[in-house]
């Protein structure tokens, strides 16, 4: 079974300033992981993911994520937010023998101050 | 190109009642997953159906059903609700390999009272 831990719940920031939302995940096979916002009253919408190949990946809206396979994890990060960015943002994994099963990890909610 | 359209967007029903929750894939999707977002546990997989056939199921109790037609349209079904069903449901459709893009819909947000 895989495991998702999202390892802050809420995360203010002031715009303009960097930001890390950091995702560890657990897995006894391979995975593949993702990034995905949601706005109020909307649904996800993939920021990027990791299928395989270079470590970093990058994204729209300027997010970019690095995967580490020693440490498990996958932390989102973008050098400069804007009031737009306010959202909550989902750390997900699925694996890769086919069927398509997101396991999420509790969501970090991302609050830009003026 | 179309997106992925749920329907209703909001619902209240009464426990004890039925619910029936519609997803249209985007064309040529033949995949579409259900999640439920709630407060306490997050977003769960509910079930996942690839042409017309249930691949995948999350743990769920057997008031909660699927299926999926010939065109890849999915419904949920929850039989006899409970308060606690009360949820943002949402549906996702994909070609259906492993770690293409999921897509979203806007999510059917159901009130039990």
């Known amino acids: 079974a895989q495991s998702v831990t999202q390892l802050d719940s809420q995360v203010p920031v002031f715009e303009e300033a960097p930001v890390e939302l950091r995702c560890n995940y657990s897995s006894s096979v391979s995975v593949y992981l993702f990034w995905y916002v949601q706005y109020p009253n909307q649904g996800l919408q993939l920021l990027l993911k990791y299928l395989s190949g270079s470590t970093l990946v990058k994204g729209i809206n300027g997010f970019e994520a690095e995967f580490n396979k020693s440490q498990t994890s996958f932390h989102l990060r973008k050098p400069s937010v804007h009031i737009s960015d306010t959202a909550e943002y989902f750390c997900?994994?699925?694996?890769?023998?086919?069927?398509?099963?997101?396991?999420f990890g509790q969501g970090t909610r991302l609050t830009i101050n003026p | 190109k179309a997106g992925v359209t749920q329907t209703p967007r909001y619902l209240i029903k009464t426990r004890g009642q039925q619910v029936t929750l519609s997803c249209s894939p985007i064309s040529g999707h033949r995949s579409v997953s259900w999640y439920q977002q709630t407060p306490g546990q997050g977003l769960q997989f509910l079930f996942e159906y690839f042409s017309e056939t249930q691949r995948n199921k999350g743990n769920f109790p057997g008031r909660f059903s699927g299926r999926q037609f010939s065109n890849s349209r999915s419904e949920m079904n929850v039989s006899t609700l409970e308060l606690g069903d009360s949820a943002l449901y949402l549906c996702?459709?994909?070609?259906?390999?492993?770690?293409?893009?999921?897509?979203f819909g806007q999510g059917t947000r159901l009130t039990v009272v």
């Open positions: 996702a459709s994909s070609l259906g390999q492993g770690g293409t893009e999921a897509f």
């Open positions: 997900a994994v699925s694996t890769i023998q086919g069927a398509q099963k997101l396991v």
